[in-house]
């Protein structure tokens, strides 16, 4: 496995510094229409490397992203998701993809990886991996589990994307088993999202609008009121 990457570009493609993380959460957009211009390498990979720095639990990294590039590929894409203009438009479309069983293979690997480098006891890491097999083989529901965890690597990888100053749009409206036949996804494969990135044509649709943090957040108990007190 990998260690953490070392080599990512600082800037944006322009020269410009990073967008600090307050403005790129502020001011993302769910982009609707994508100028062709392309994602140069080096940024697509440094957002892919960020993306699998993302947390998962027992770090078993269930995610697996398809990166379509190829415009017959894009169009394949788009028809079997619901025709949305912007995954022809779009330069590069990242299919996310969450594996329900891969990580019965993959877990001796994580563990003894994990604990040889200090991040778990040596003489521990089968017991942590039986620990680990009890607790998912308990799970009822093997897609929310892997949605769980791919929508964290998906939204570092939107975030990411945006930090270096390019535009993204998220997308749920797919049809799953056409994905999974046209892209040579597994069964097991559960497919979570379309990531499209790209650079934005024209103005980006205006802020739509939040639930205010009385409407979201709670004190303590669902139900309570939570009140902001800057002050403290
Ligand atoms: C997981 C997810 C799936 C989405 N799916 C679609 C989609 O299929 N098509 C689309 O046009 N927008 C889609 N959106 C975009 C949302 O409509 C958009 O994020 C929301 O309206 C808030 O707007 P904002 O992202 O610009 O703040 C999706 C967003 C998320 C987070």
Request: net charge negative.
């Amino acid at each position: 496995m990998d260690d953490k990457p070392t080599n990512l570009p600082r800037t944006q493609p322009n020269g410009e510094p990073l967008k600090p993380i307050t403005d790129v959460m502020l001011d993302r957009r769910a982009t609707q229409h994508f100028l062709p211009d392309e994602v140069p390498e080096k940024y697509l990979n440094a957002i892919l490397e960020l993306a699998s720095e993302a947390p998962s639990g027992y770090n078993l990294q269930p995610w697996r992203f398809v990166v379509v590039r190829g415009e017959e590929n894009r169009k394949k894409l788009q028809s079997v998701a619901f025709k949305q203009p912007k995954i022809a438009e779009a330069p590069v479309v990242v299919i996310a993809v969450g594996m329900k069983e891969e990580w019965r293979r993959t877990a001796d690997e994580v563990f003894r990886e994990g604990a040889r480098r200090g991040a778990g006891s040596i003489e521990k890491w089968e017991q942590y991996r039986d620990g680990a097999f009890q607790f998912l083989d308990g799970m009822q529901q093997m897609p929310v589990w892997v949605n769980r965890h791919t929508m964290i690597a998906f939204t570092a990888m939107m975030l990411a994307a945006e930090a270096y100053g390019f535009d993204t749009a998220p997308m749920e409206g797919f049809d799953a088993e056409g994905v999974k036949r046209e892209f040579g996804i597994p069964e097991e494969g559960e497919v979570v999202a379309l990531l499209a990135i790209g650079r934005a044509e024209g103005e980006e649709k205006p802020h739509p609008g939040r639930f205010e943090l009385s409407r979201v957040v709670f004190a303590e108990r669902f139900g309570e009121a939570w009140e902001s007190n800057d002050e403290r």
